[in-house]
């Protein structure tokens, strides 16, 4: 097993955080909330053998810097900081990127603005950014499924989701790993220190704050880098079916922007395969990214 290293790298005057292991072509992965670079950490393991494995910290986020502009947090910003990272680590060279939950849609993001930088792409339980902006601004169903976005900003369900170093955050969201027999006391424990990073929470936040508007604001006119922007890049969504944050109807029209999908679906699986059934993850991600 590769040994998993902390290291940092500088884009525009902010410190980023990222864990690497391994040798050959790069795949970088990238974090959804409340979770952060650690969980990757089985799919780092099992691909470090045959790639150079690297999982981002995003701005505001475990141990990188947490600034209160938002202008670091917004789309155009995250896809440069990746693009930096790449290019410090292997230049020029494509590379492949792996996203879950708004880690995801950041991915597409990237493949819609950056295509030539990258060999492919994968979302774990993710539509496109600009396609949940859409979904967002029209469907009930996703603007109720979603109303967390906006309700953790302020009030109420900010203050219980930041005090105490977020604890009361890290008890509900890590509640459904701690019966599962990959999940140790040790994991859990990486967890809480990662949410418990000062600013951390609101960190996080940021990101909705940044490229989300409030829902009486928001129009499909705030999609990026546009409404209808496709990407050619070779595409997985692995999709676990018993997910509650996103309506699985988006799957049907995810062709529009990215027409060469492959679609892998979990049944019972949850939000987060990739902690859920990391085994599972790992092969379907050696054989996309390998499958030439």
Not at 11 to 26: D, F, I, K, N, T
Not at 82 to 102: C, M, N, Q, R, S
Not at 224 to 240: C, N, Y
């Amino acid at each position: 097993m590769s040994k998993i290293t902390s290291n940092y790298f500088e884009h525009e005057g902010l410190r980023l955080h990222y864990l690497s292991a391994g040798q050959g072509p790069l795949v970088i992965f990238y974090h959804g909330f409340p979770l952060f670079s650690f969980s990757f950490h089985h799919q780092m393991n099992a691909l470090a053998d045959r790639y150079r494995v690297v999982a981002i910290d995003g701005p505001g986020i475990n141990l990188s810097d947490k600034p209160s502009d938002l202008a670091a947090y917004r789309l155009p910003a995250l896809v440069a900081q990746i693009d930096a990272l790449a290019k410090t680590l292997v230049g020029e060279d494509p590379f492949y990127l792996v996203g879950h939950d708004w880690g995801g849609a950041l991915a597409f993001a990237f493949a819609q603005d950056r295509p030539q930088r990258l060999c492919k792409m994968v979302s774990i339980n993710a539509p496109p950014a600009n396609q949940l902006i859409g979904l967002l601004a029209t469907n009930p169903e996703q603007q109720q499924r979603s109303q967390y976005m906006w309700k953790m900003r302020s009030g109420a369900t900010h203050q219980w989701m930041t005090k105490d170093h977020g604890v009361n955050l890290w008890r509900q969201a890590y509640a459904k790993f701690r019966a599962l027999p990959h999940y140790t006391q040790s994991h859990d424990a990486t967890f809480k220190s990662g949410l418990g990073q000062p600013g951390a929470i609101d960190g996080g936040i940021n990101w909705y704050r940044a490229n989300i508007p409030m829902l009486e604001d928001l129009s499909i006119a705030d999609a990026w880098p546009s409404a209808k922007a496709q990407t050619q890049v070779p595409v997985l969504l692995i999709w676990g079916e018993a997910d509650d944050t996103f309506v699985p109807t988006f799957i049907d029209a995810l062709p529009d922007y990215a027409p060469n999908l492959k679609v892998h679906r979990l049944p019972g699986v949850g939000h987060t395969p990739m902690l859920e059934v990391p085994e599972v993850v790992n092969r379907l991600l050696a054989e996309f990214l390998s499958d030439a």
